[in-house]
C-alpha cells in the first residue's frame, strides 16, 4: 500500500513538470509570436500623390495613403460582397430593406482630438453628392435618397430602391471631419490645404508631407482599436525610378515596392533563387487591364454632333458617321484574331499577366471566364474574313484596299508606360502580316485623357483602366453615358442598357449573374474593344515584417496589423 502511494506521488510529480513544460513552451511560443510594437515601414513609390483629400483624390496612389489617415463606415472583404465595421460597429436593415441603420462607435476621435460623431458622416454625405466637388465615387449614391442622424451614433440610410449593392453603395467613401471644413463652399474646400494636411480618424496620423521626397505618417495613439497600430511609422519615400527602387530594395534603405514592373519583379526572383535574400516577393491579381479601343464613328461626324447637341441627345447618335474601318463587327473580330496576345503577355510582361476576352476582370465575384466569347489567334482566319469584307491587295503593296481606302489606321497609346508603347509595336508588326498598316501614336497622357478621347480624335487606341471594387460598367457603355469623356469608343445597344440596368437592380448577386452573363457575351462578341491582358501587381517587402495581407484589394489593406519582431529590427526601426 505505502509502495503503492509513493508509485502515485511520483506520476504525480512527473505529469505537472510535464504540463509546467508545456505551459512555459506556449507561452514562449506566444510571446514569439504575439504582436509587438514599434519599428516602421519605408515604401518606396514614383510619384507625389495629387492630393489626401479623399473627397478629391482620383489615384489609386492617392487612394492608398489616404486609407491610412481616414476610414469609411466599413471595409469591405476580400470576397468583395461581404463588409467588416469601421466607424461603424454594427448594421441592418428596415422592415421594408429600404434603410440600413449604422450603430457608431463612441470612442472614435479626429486626429485633432475632436470626437467623432453622427454629423460627421451626415457632412461628409452632402459633400460626396455636392456636382461642385466632383467627388468621383458620386455614383455609389445614386439610389440613397436621404441620410439622417437621430442621435450622435446612430445614421440611417435610406434609398429609393432595393437592389443588392445598398451596402457597398452606402459605405463608399472615407469621412472626412465637419468641425474643420463646414465654414468652407466647395470651391474653397478644392482650394484649401486640407488636402496637404489631412485630419482623419485613421490608424496613422499625418505628420508632413516634402514634396517629391516623402510622405511620413505617425502612430494613432489614440486610435479606437486597442493596441493598433503596432508601426510607429509608415514613410512613402518618392524614388525618380524603377531602377532606384530596385537597388534601394536590395539595399534594405526602404522595406517595400508594392507596383513593381514586370520586369524588376523578375530579376528580384532571380536574386531570391540564387542567394538567400531578405524580401518576400508576391503577386496578387491587380487592378488594372489594357485593351484596345475602337472608334465606331468618324472622328469628324462626333465633333459635329457634339458641338451642335448641347443638351447631348442621344437620339442625335444616328446622325453619326460609321467609321471608314471599325463600324463593321466582323472587321473587329478579324484584328482581334491577328493579334497575338500570348506574344505580347511573355514578352511584354514576363508572363505576369492573363489574358481576359471581355468587360467583367477576374476579380469580380460576377467574373465568369466560360461566359465569354473566345477569339482565338488565328491569322488566317483574320485574312478570310477581311477578304469576305472586300479588302484585297489589288497593288501588291502588302496593304490591303478597298476601292481608294487603304486599310492603314492610327493606334495612340500614353508615352512614359513602356509596356503599352512595346505592345503597340507588336501589334503593329502582327498586323502588317495581314495587310493592316498600323501607325504608331505615343502622346502624352495628358493630351490622351484630356482632348483626343473625350472629343473621339482618334481610330484606335490602347490604353488600360483601373478597376474598382463594384461591379459596375456604365461610364464604359451605357447610353445615358455616351457623351461623357470614358465612354469613348461610341458604343451603343438598348439591349446592353437593358442588361446593366437589370443586373443592377437585382436583388442578390446570384440573380444578377445571368445579367452580367450576357453582358459577358454580348461585348466579347461585338469587340467595341480587343481585350487583351489583365496583370498581376507585383509587390516585394522586406521578410521581416509579419501579419502581411495582399488580395484583391492591395497590398497595404491591413498595415495597421504589421509588426516586426524586436531582434529582427534594423537601426531605423529604433528611432
Not at 466647395?186 to 480618424?201: H, L
Not at 496578387?284 to 484596345?292: A, S
Not at 490591303?400 to 489606321?409: A, T, V
Request: aromatic residues 14%; hydrophobic residues 35%; neutral net charge.
Amino acid at each position: 500500500m505505502k509502495k503503492n502511494l509513493k508509485i502515485s506521488l511520483l506520476l504525480l510529480l512527473i505529469i505537472t513538470l510535464v504540463s509546467s513544460c508545456h505551459r512555459k513552451q506556449i507561452l514562449e511560443k506566444e510571446k514569439k509570436t504575439a504582436p509587438q510594437q514599434g519599428g516602421s515601414v519605408i515604401i518606396g513609390i514614383r510619384t507625389d500623390p495629387e492630393t489626401l483629400n479623399p473627397l478629391l483624390a482620383v489615384s489609386q496612389l492617392s487612394y492608398d495613403i489616404i486609407s491610412l489617415i481616414f476610414n469609411k463606415l466599413a471595409d469591405i472583404n476580400e470576397d468583395l460582397r461581404t463588409f467588416h465595421p469601421r466607424l461603424a460597429k454594427s448594421w441592418e436593415f428596415s422592415k421594408d430593406s429600404l434603410s440600413i441603420i449604422f450603430h457608431l462607435h463612441t470612442n472614435v476621435f479626429w486626429h485633432d482630438s475632436v470626437r467623432f460623431t453622427s454629423k460627421d458622416v451626415i457632412f461628409t454625405h452632402k459633400l460626396q453628392t455636392n456636382p461642385e466637388i466632383g467627388w468621383n465615387g458620386i455614383t455609389y449614391k445614386t439610389y440613397i435618397a436621404s441620410v439622417e442622424a437621430p442621435d450622435d451614433s446612430t445614421v440611417i440610410y435610406h434609398f429609393r430602391k432595393r437592389y443588392n449593392t445598398m451596402l457597398m453603395d452606402a459605405v463608399e467613401g472615407y469621412i472626412v471631419p465637419e468641425h474643420l471644413l463646414k465654414d468652407m463652399t466647395p470651391s474653397e474646400i478644392r482650394n484649401s490645404k486640407f488636402g496637404e494636411n489631412p485630419v482623419g480618424t485613421g490608424p496613422f496620423v499625418f505628420k508632413r508631407w516634402d514634396f517629391q521626397q516623402s510622405i511620413t505618417l505617425v502612430r494613432n495613439q489614440n486610435y479606437y482599436e486597442e493596441n493598433k497600430p503596432y508601426l510607429d511609422k509608415v514613410i512613402f519615400k518618392i524614388l525618380p525610378d524603377e531602377r532606384t527602387i530596385f537597388n534601394e530594395l536590395r539595399n534594405r534603405e526602404i522595406d517595400m515596392a508594392y507596383y513593381l514592373s514586370q520586369g524588376y519583379y523578375v530579376m528580384l526572383e532571380k536574386l531570391s533563387i540564387n542567394k538567400r535574400s531578405h524580401i518576400k516577393l508576391r503577386r496578387i491579381l491587380g487592378r488594372r487591364y489594357d485593351f484596345i479601343g475602337w472608334n465606331l464613328y468618324e472622328p469628324d461626324s462626333y465633333i459635329t454632333v457634339f458641338n451642335e447637341n448641347n443638351k447631348k441627345d442621344i437620339k442625335k447618335i444616328g446622325d453619326l458617321e460609321p467609321h471608314r474601318l471599325f463600324s463593321s463587327q466582323r472587321v473587329r473580330a478579324a484584328l482581334t484574331m491577328a493579334i497575338n496576345r500570348e506574344e505580347i503577355r511573355k514578352v511584354v510582361l514576363k508572363g505576369l499577366a492573363r489574358a481576359i476576352d471581355g468587360p467583367i476582370p477576374p476579380i469580380w465575384p460576377v467574373y465568369n471566364d466560360t461566359a465569354v466569347y473566345k477569339w482565338e489567334y488565328n491569322p488566317e482566319k483574320a485574312k478570310e474574313i477581311l477578304k469576305e469584307e472586300g479588302w484585297i491587295d489589288e497593288d501588291g503593296d502588302n496593304v490591303l484596299e478597298k476601292g481608294d481606302l487603304e486599310f492603314s489606321f492610327e493606334i495612340y497609346t500614353n508615352a512614359g508606360n513602356t509596356n503599352r508603347e512595346q505592345a503597340v509595336t507588336i501589334i503593329q508588326d502582327q498586323l502588317s502580316r495581314i495587310g493592316v498598316k498600323v501607325i504608331p501614336k505615343i502622346v502624352e497622357p495628358a493630351y490622351l485623357f484630356g482632348y483626343i478621347l473625350p472629343t473621339r480624335q482618334y481610330d484606335a487606341a490602347l490604353i488600360g483602366w483601373g478597376v474598382g471594387l463594384k461591379v459596375y460598367l456604365t461610364p464604359l457603355f451605357h447610353s445615358k453615358t455616351f457623351f461623357f469623356p470614358f465612354h469613348f469608343t461610341g458604343y451603343f445597344s438598348k439591349e446592353y442598357d437593358y442588361l446593366e440596368d437589370m443586373a443592377l437592380s437585382a436583388m442578390s448577386y446570384e440573380e444578377s449573374q445571368k445579367y452580367w452573363n450576357k453582358i459577358s457575351r454580348k461585348l466579347s462578341y461585338e469587340l467595341p474593344y480587343t481585350w487583351l491582358y489583365y496583370e498581376y501587381q507585383c509587390i516585394a517587402i522586406d521578410k521581416r515584417y509579419k501579419n502581411t495581407k495582399f488580395d484583391v484589394r492591395g497590398a497595404i489593406i491591413n498595415i495597421e496589423d504589421w509588426w516586426i519582431p524586436v531582434g529582427e529590427r534594423l537601426k531605423r526601426d529604433r528611432f
